[in-house]
């Protein structure tokens, strides 16, 4: 029954990529609505949204969803409850499809919240004190993004419909709460703290669900009311927000030694640009960008799940080292994938982020947006020559002497056709839409290289330096986010302490001891002290009762 629906997953994605080229090609969209009840002015409806954007990210997300069960056949077989894991991970899926083609906020509301609440199922899969507190973490900051969801769901409600798409209206506050449910599914400063967390997920689920899914609903959001946000004016925030998180989370990988968590810190910096293209109104390119991603993100998941699982659940990066002579395929697979990601020339990253960053160049930005940009694109070259160095290039740890496990056959195949379509995708989309004209000098046009290979120079530096003598100040600084780590937690802390205190020396303490206790044991008293009569009145009451007989008896 499992690769049956993985086949139909397969089968399916491709038949959405090829209505999607078709949809392009025409220029077509299909709208249809079911419309349940009509109160007042206010009318019900379930509205489908069907174009060449929606039918493309399905098709993306039907097509990893079915490499990533593929994989996770061989990396949960020995999991006692595989069947409830790959039964939320369907679940996930579905309530992906039903964001991506409800333009309706009632009908969006359904798979945003799924999404929230089936990934919290999933952060908590390992039953840990770590899983439990990560997923707290996760599903409360996203709760935040849909209180952002109702208050809009509430606002349209003096329009009369909760079809945004159908309305072109400057409208500040529905902005607001728009931007604040994006940055929160997407997590943009300052909600960026419960992506690294979620990387308490067993790795097939972070191959999923922080490459397409999750993730980029936020991104995915923006993308279809970007016209909407434009006409607000607000988009000089959202630029400065994204290239903040952008650096932030660029320069934490450089410091990070977790596997997982600089593959998340790398998506948190790849979100980041995603928005401050679509800030600039670029809705196409960054649709572009995030397929391109979402395709050599997964693979990256999955390349660091199997050396995962090869090295007995070590995910330190400081114990690894010469893995390229042990697992050449996985290597191969995981530098084409980095490279991508760096945008070196001619892999898929290249041809869309190389675009974003002429674009950039060319938008009339100050130079504080520029300089934030170009330091995080500095930061992901380094960060990435420095996890190559480390994992791959390094001298041989003796920890490797002791775990010389083959690599899985099954892992290493689901990993091939997506190799593939991250390979030629890049090539393929820029083709489509290359549609700009790019007009900038010769020095601009080779900034970008030359950032590229200064950071491998960086990258270079941080793989050879000792951070242990570093300051402890500053240590402290970079591993815990720019401090967002503690204010979060400091921000649960009292709060949750407050409502422990409250719940037990109020609700279970006084309350309890005067008003059921008290008035349970006071009653009983009172029944009890009624019964407690004396002999003397027990006694008066005969000769009273023998009287009454008496008399009964002289008047018959």
Not at 15 to 22: D, G
Not at 267 to 281: A, D, E, F, V, W
Not at 412 to 418: M, P
Not at 451 to 458: A, E, H, V
Request: glycine share 4%; with cysteine.
């Amino acid at each position: 029954m499992l690769m049956m629906n993985i086949f139909f997953f397969f089968f399916f994605s491709l038949m959405m990529t090829y209505f999607s080229l078709i949809f392009l090609n025409f220029e077509l969209s299909l709208m249809m609505e079911w419309e349940f009840f009509n109160l007042n002015s206010m009318s019900m409806k379930f509205v489908i949204y069907l174009d060449w954007i929606s039918f493309m990210f399905m098709g993306l997300v039907l097509m990893i969803s079915s490499f990533v069960m593929i994989y996770s056949l061989k990396y949960m077989e020995l999991d006692l409850n595989i069947k409830r894991f790959f039964l939320l991970l369907m679940m996930f899926v579905l309530s992906m499809l039903f964001l991506i083609i409800c333009p309706n906020l009632m009908g969006l509301l359904i798979g945003w919240d799924g999404l929230g609440l089936i990934s919290y199922c999933l952060v908590i899969y390992y039953q840990n004190w770590k899983s439990y507190t990560s997923g707290m973490v996760t599903v409360l900051l996203n709760r935040i993004g849909d209180v952002g969801i109702l208050m809009m769901i509430s606002l349209l409600v003096m329009l009369g419909s909760w079809n945004l798409m159908l309305f072109n209206l400057n409208f500040l506050l529905i902005s607001l709460f728009m931007l604040l449910s994006a940055f929160t599914k997407s997590a943009q400063l300052p909600f960026s703290i419960w992506l690294p967390l979620a990387m308490a997920a067993p790795t097939p689920v972070s191959s999923l669900v922080h490459s397409s899914t999750l993730v980029t609903a936020g991104v995915y959001l923006l993308m279809r009311f970007n016209s909407l946000m434009m006409e607000n004016g607000i988009m000089n925030f959202m630029l400065f927000i994204s290239s903040m998180t952008m650096m932030m989370s660029g320069l934490m990988a450089n410091f990070e030694f977790d596997l997982k968590k600089i593959i998340a810190l790398s998506t948190l910096s790849q979100l980041g640009l995603m928005m401050s293209i679509l800030s600039l109104g670029e809705v196409d390119l960054g649709f572009i960008h995030l397929i391109i991603h979402a395709l050599f993100k997964s693979l990256l998941f999955m390349c660091s799940g199997i050396l995962i699982h090869q090295m007995s659940n070590n995910q330190d990066i400081r114990y690894m080292g010469c893995l390229v002579s042990y697992y050449p395929f996985v290597s191969l697979i995981f530098f084409i994938s980095l490279l991508s990601l760096c945008g070196f020339p001619f892999f898929s990253g290249y041809y869309s982020k190389d675009l974003i960053m002429e674009i950039f160049l060319m938008s009339k930005m100050n130079f504080f947006s520029i300089f934030m940009l170009m330091m995080a694109t500095l930061f992901t070259v380094s960060y990435s020559v420095r996890l190559i160095i480390l994992v791959y290039l390094n001298y041989i740890n003796k920890k490797n002497y002791l775990i010389l496990i083959n690599e899985d056959i099954l892992m290493s195949l689901s990993l091939v056709i997506l190799y593939l379509y991250s390979v030629i995708m890049g090539y393929f989309l820029i083709n489509l839409f290359n549609s700009m004209l790019i007009i900038l000098n010769q020095f601009e046009k080779m900034f970008v290289l030359q950032i590229c290979f200064l950071g491998c120079f960086l990258g270079l530096f941080f793989s050879m330096k000792n951070w242990m003598s570093m300051n402890i100040f500053m240590k402290f600084f970079l591993s815990s986010m720019w401090g967002l780590n503690i204010f979060y937690s400091k921000i649960s802390l009292y709060p949750l302490k407050f409502s422990m205190d409250f719940y037990k020396i109020i609700d279970k303490g006084n309350l309890e001891y005067l008003f059921v206790y008290g008035l349970k044991y006071s009653l009983l008293n009172e029944f009890l002290d009624y019964l407690k009569i004396d002999f003397f009145f027990y006694y008066k009451m005969f000769y009273f009762f023998l009287l009454v007989f008496f008399c009964y008896l002289l008047y018959n």
